[in-house]
């Protein structure tokens, strides 16, 4: 095996394990704990929300920040993501608590993130598969 096919392979496994980590559903006590340590590794610690929780009634955004109350919600279709996306978003939300818009000083925030880029191309790939005609599926006879 060559350098660069094992260097391919590394990565496919590591995508698996983390899918497989993912699956696991974080409650929000769980979630709370790890938009801290996200803050405490990417933000200095700076980025400390009153409440962190999931909730059912975002579909057409993946997260919301409050920053006047400090709350953060997660879509709940987040659950499942593999959890490099699931930490893009709280990240993306800690952002708000320090950065109130999206202007070039909130995305220099996310830089210190290595897979940012990464997890929107995710996110934005399920929204493109979502757009996409369903077809009906064929019974088997």
């Given at each position: 095996?060559?350098e660069?096919?094992?260097?391919?392979?590394?990565?496919?496994?590591l995508?698996?394990?983390?899918?497989?980590?993912?699956?696991?559903?974080?409650?929000?006590?769980?979630?709370?704990?790890?938009?801290?340590?996200?803050?405490?590794?990417?933000?200095?610690?700076?980025?400390?929300p009153?409440?962190?929780?999931?909730?059912?009634?975002?579909?057409?955004?993946?997260?919301?920040?409050?920053?006047?109350?400090?709350?953060?919600?997660?879509?709940h279709?987040?659950?499942?993501?593999?959890?490099?996306?699931?930490?893009?978003?709280?990240?993306?939300?800690?952002?708000?608590?320090?950065?109130?818009?999206?202007?070039?000083r909130?995305?220099?925030?996310?830089?210190?993130?290595?897979?940012?880029?990464?997890?929107?191309?995710y996110?934005?790939?399920?929204?493109?598969?979502?757009?996409?005609?369903?077809?009906?599926?064929?019974?088997?006879?």
């Open positions: 095996m060559s660069a096919e094992e260097r391919r392979w590394v990565t496919v496994m995508d698996k394990l983390a899918a497989q980590e993912s699956k696991r559903l974080l409650g929000d006590a769980e979630l709370a704990e790890r938009a801290a340590r996200l803050s405490d590794q990417y933000f200095g610690g700076r980025a400390r009153t409440s962190v929780r999931w909730v059912t009634n975002q579909n057409t955004r993946w997260g919301s920040c409050t920053p006047a109350e400090g709350s953060i919600r997660l879509s279709r987040l659950q499942g993501m593999p959890e490099y996306v699931v930490d893009y978003v709280l990240l993306h939300e800690l952002a708000h608590l320090l950065v109130p818009g999206h202007g070039p909130f995305w220099r925030l996310l830089e210190a993130y290595p897979r940012t880029e990464r997890a929107r191309g996110l934005e790939g399920v929204v493109a598969a979502d757009r996409l005609p369903h077809l009906p599926v064929a019974r088997e006879e």
